[in-house]
């Protein structure tokens, strides 16, 4: 089983795609989710394909956001499922024993029991900080990344406002990774940025 640890990245729609991620697992991203809500299909298959090539050149997991379809075609490490994704066996089904199936649990330890018992490969909790790219996503503490890693057994990926002041904070909760969208793709140093990142998450976990 890949290990679900350290920072995971996940895209934004933007025209140096390739580049910036590129730049971001130099930089030392662990895990890379392509995510684009509105894309044209035939763009988002050639981004998808090349961006798993990257990850797999980098040894980084490749996980696509929604689109169970798209991350068998691209042959991405796994998928990322959100409320209103479909089922985790249907994506299990489709994907196979080895795909890493992530699951969206917001705020709710009733959606991270479920996703145990579903055979979630791991959960995401979120929003744990005010998020530019969601304001208005459901909040939920610190203290519930302990509670949601108890009570699956799995990893635990906290999302949700995390950068540079506050990753520490995350790493030092429970967290087993923390996801990250504006913090890597909005900075001007991609590559520099996260070095940093990567930096204080180690000193929140006493590395």
Not at 75 to 85: E, F, P, S, T, Y
Not at 111 to 133: E, I, K, L, Q
Request: charged letters at 20%; proline letters at 2%; one cysteine or more.
């Amino acid at each position: 089983m890949v290990e679900i640890t350290g920072l995971y990245a996940v895209t934004s729609p933007r025209r140096d795609l390739y580049q910036a991620s590129a730049r971001a697992l130099r930089g030392g991203v662990s895990i890379l989710q392509y995510r684009d809500k509105g894309g044209d299909t035939a763009q988002q298959l050639d981004e998808a394909g090349q961006l798993s090539e990257l990850c797999e050149q980098s040894g980084a997991l490749f996980i696509v956001n929604d689109d169970v379809e798209l991350a068998a075609q691209v042959g991405a490490g796994g998928v990322h499922l959100g409320r209103d994704d479909g089922s985790l066996a249907a994506a299990r089904s489709k994907l196979g024993q080895d795909a890493v199936i992530g699951v969206s649990c917001y705020n709710e330890i009733e959606r991270v029991r479920h996703a145990a018992a579903a055979g979630a490969d791991y959960v995401a909790v979120g929003s744990v900080f005010p998020s530019p790219t969601k304001p208005h996503a459901a909040r939920a503490s610190l203290e519930m990344l302990a509670t949601a890693r108890s009570t699956a057994q799995l990893p635990v990926v906290a999302i949700g406002g995390i950068g540079r002041d506050n990753i520490a904070s995350v790493a030092a909760a429970g967290a087993d990774a923390a996801a990250l969208v504006s913090a890597i793709f909005a900075a001007d140093d991609i590559e520099s940025a996260v070095a940093e990142l990567v930096l204080r998450w180690r000193s929140g976990k006493g590395q």
